[in-house]
């Protein structure tokens, strides 16, 4: 297996901010920072409950946007066809919707918690994760 685009400072910098985001969102409001969650929660509001998640929510794409232009790149945007990205895209919302949660929910939150749910599910992306991309990689699908 090829490892292409291997960038460890930025990937630890990216995680660094996760990890200030979701302990900034738990001291500061309580709530833990699943991003499924937050975005079911601004199609399903609840009155005085909706404006934190939009501000999450413009921090991601914001955060997205600085990343691409600081890193002078956009190979996010270059991987795969629409198609393919909104397959993927329904798959994961049904997997996090199955799963209740995702991995920012249960991996980074959860984990933290030592909560047992969370480990397992984690673990469970992972592996899945993980034989996804060997059946890809041995289909030629990459």
């Known amino acids: 297996m090829e490892i292409v685009n291997f960038t460890p400072m930025?990937?630890?910098?990216?995680?660094?901010l996760i990890g200030l985001a979701a302990g900034l969102l738990l001291l500061t409001i309580g709530r833990v920072f699943g991003i499924t969650g937050i975005i079911s929660g601004i199609f399903n509001?609840?009155?005085g409950d909706v404006l934190w998640r939009f501000i999450v929510l413009l921090g991601l794409i914001g955060g997205a946007f600085?990343?691409?232009?600081?890193?002078?790149?956009d190979t996010a945007l270059q991987l795969r066809s629409?198609?393919?990205?909104?397959?993927?895209?329904?798959?994961m919302g049904f997997g996090a919707r199955y799963g209740s949660?995702?991995?920012?929910?249960?991996?980074v939150c959860g984990?933290?918690?030592?909560s047992m749910r969370s480990i397992l599910g984690t673990m469970t992306f992972m592996a899945t994760g993980f034989?996804?991309?060997?059946i890809m990689t041995h289909l030629g699908l990459k």
Request: charged share 5%; with cysteine.
């Open 10 to 16: 930025p990937a630890l910098g990216g995680g660094i």
């Open 82 to 91: 629409t198609p393919f990205l909104i397959v993927g895209g329904f798959l």
């Open 66 to 73: 600085i990343g691409t232009k600081v890193m002078g790149t």
């Open 111 to 114: 984990i933290s918690r030592f």
């Open 101 to 107: 949660g995702c991995t920012s929910g249960h991996g």
């Open 131 to 134: 034989v996804t991309v060997a």
């Open 45 to 47: 509001p609840v009155k």
